[in-house]
């Protein structure tokens, strides 16, 4: 099992800048997939971003594609997403959540941490 817990939430102006961080308990980070995903006041939670255990395989959702970015590091078992040029649009909680390396990337994910907030404001 693993716990999860984001950082990098805030309250930035549009068209700036944040950057999450997502921190891995445990020695087996790198054998999980590992996504973010957001829930906006009133709406469903949504797929933002994916990335596979080795880093070479991401996924993102078009509201996102050219202005988040995912990467992780699997030596300080942390994931991240950088994200830019944000939009009001983008305000939600975001989630990090982690899957086993055996399954899909994409779909629904076992592990989950407990959000950090992202307000953009217009």
């Known amino acids: 099992q693993v716990q999860l817990v984001e950082s990098g939430g805030g309250l930035v102006q549009a068209g700036g800048s944040l950057r999450l961080s997502c921190a891995a308990s445990g020695r087996t980070f790198s054998s999980y997939h590992m996504g973010w995903f957001r829930q906006a006041p009133g709406k469903e939670r949504e797929f933002v971003a994916a990335i596979d255990w080795s880093g070479g395989i991401t996924y993102y959702a078009d509201s996102v594609k050219g202005r988040f970015t995912i990467s992780r590091d699997n030596a300080k078992n942390t994931v991240y997403m950088q994200m830019n040029s944000l939009k009001h649009e983008d305000t939600a909680v975001y989630y990090c959540?982690?899957?086993?390396?055996?399954?899909?990337?994409?779909?629904?994910?076992?592990?989950w941490g407990q959000g950090t907030q992202v307000t953009v404001s217009s």
């Open positions: 959540a982690a899957k086993r390396s055996g399954r899909a990337l994409l779909g629904e994910y076992d592990y």
